[in-house]
């Protein structure tokens, strides 16, 4: 069982699909235009780059959220295939444009600028979104208070918040490099609805959460309470910001 398949992704995409939105309108989408959406999810910007009558093909690692995504409507319009994102087997340049929403930030990079150098056309488009590191981030910082900071791995997905490491990943391959900077509000009804997404829904958090033992998944769910209700309104809904860049390059 991946990462992924655990907790509910969809509920992730729900909140994420402007982003998405975004993701697709920074790429050609119209009538003819073979696109990739790579680590598509449950395949809310493949659809919607489809409904816009792009011949669309998503690639996700994850069967799971592939078996959502073609059971919504309009499913039967795209090409789901199961594969990594850095190694999708699909056929060289066979791509107008390719697009990821918060998807090829968690693969690692070498190999990711690699894989969308080679399946784009010359002159093809990319378009992708990813986190920014944010100093107040309910998600994040109790993670690091009950656990630790993360240990120092090569790659991480907030790198592709940083714009000289955006830049310095593709200049190779990619020109027309332009980062766009955006700003999600993370919204819920309660706090309860919030801690739930925590507990139950995200698979990043669930995943962390399953790894630890009784006690010490006590104390991080108990961090993630607190840092949640600073946020929470006297209506009782919990509301934050998130920062986000949408990137946009093209294929030498």
């Not at 050609?28 to 999810?41: K, N």
């Not at 991080?220 to 929470?232: C, E, N, W």
Request: hydrophobic residues 50%.
């Amino acid at each position: 069982m991946s990462t992924w398949s655990v907790g509910r992704y969809e509920a992730v995409a729900g909140y994420i699909a402007p982003i998405a939105a975004e993701v697709v309108a920074a790429v050609p989408t119209g009538p003819g235009t073979a696109l990739v959406d790579l680590a598509c999810g449950t395949g809310n910007a493949a659809l919607r780059a489809a409904g816009l009558g792009a011949q669309v093909t998503g690639v996700d690692i994850t069967p799971e959220l592939l078996a959502i995504a073609a059971a919504k409507p309009g499913g039967d319009t795209v090409d789901w295939v199961a594969a990594d994102a850095s190694a999708t087997g699909l056929p060289d340049a066979a791509f107008d444009a390719a697009i990821s929403n918060m998807g090829i930030i968690f693969v690692e990079p070498t190999a990711m600028v690699a894989e969308l150098a080679r399946v784009l056309k010359p002159g093809g488009a990319l378009g992708f979104s990813a986190w920014v590191r944010a100093g107040d981030n309910p998600f994040f910082t109790p993670i690091v208070e009950v656990l630790g900071p993360p240990a120092t791995a090569p790659y991480s997905p907030e790198q592709w918040g940083v714009p000289e490491l955006v830049h310095a990943r593709l200049k190779a391959e990619f020109a027309d490099v332009a980062i766009q900077n955006g700003v999600l509000t993370w919204r819920f009804g309660s706090l309860d609805d919030a801690v739930r997404f925590i507990t139950d829904e995200s698979p990043v958090h669930v995943s962390t959460l399953a790894a630890l033992d009784e006690a010490t998944r006590a104390r991080l769910v108990t961090a993630f309470t607190a840092a949640l209700a600073a946020h929470q309104s006297p209506d009782g809904t919990v509301a934050f910001d998130a920062p986000y860049a949408v990137i946009t390059a093209h294929r030498r």
